[in-house]
Nanobody
């Protein structure tokens, strides 16, 4: 079992930046592949990006590629999402998620069903 807590959300103007954090507790953080998802009002939860257990491999949705980056510090049991050049369409609740699967390619782990544990989410609002 692992507990996930997101933080760092808030209100930012278009073109600005935010860094989200996801702190974990419980089983060893490096035992998990990690992902970020988001859900806007009235829309389904969508994949943002993910990172493998040691941070050596990442994969991003086309909508955020080149603007967002994911990294992890296993020594601190923390996952990060650096968001730059934010757009109003990035407005959503952002969730981090952990998957016990560590052997699959990150490009094959873009569905929410691939992940076993979820945080409660943090709101990101981008004003135009």
């Amino acid at each position: 079992q692992v507990q996930l807590v997101e933080s760092g959300g808030g209100l930012v103007q278009a073109g600005g930046s935010l860094r989200l954090s996801c702190t974990t507790s419980g089983r060893t953080f490096s035992s998990y592949s990690m992902g970020w998802f988001r859900q806007a009002p009235g829309k389904e939860r969508e994949f943002v990006g993910n990172v493998n257990w040691n941070g050596g491999s990442t994969y991003y949705a086309d909508s955020v590629k080149g603007r967002f980056s994911i990294f992890r510090l296993n020594a601190k049991s923390t996952l990060y999402l650096q968001m730059n050049s934010l757009k109003p369409e990035d407005t959503a609740v952002y969730y981090c998620a952990a998957s016990r699967s560590t052997a699959r390619a990150m490009a094959d782990m873009t569905r929410a069903s691939e992940y076993d544990y979820w945080g409660q989410g943090t709101q990101v609002t981008v004003s135009s």
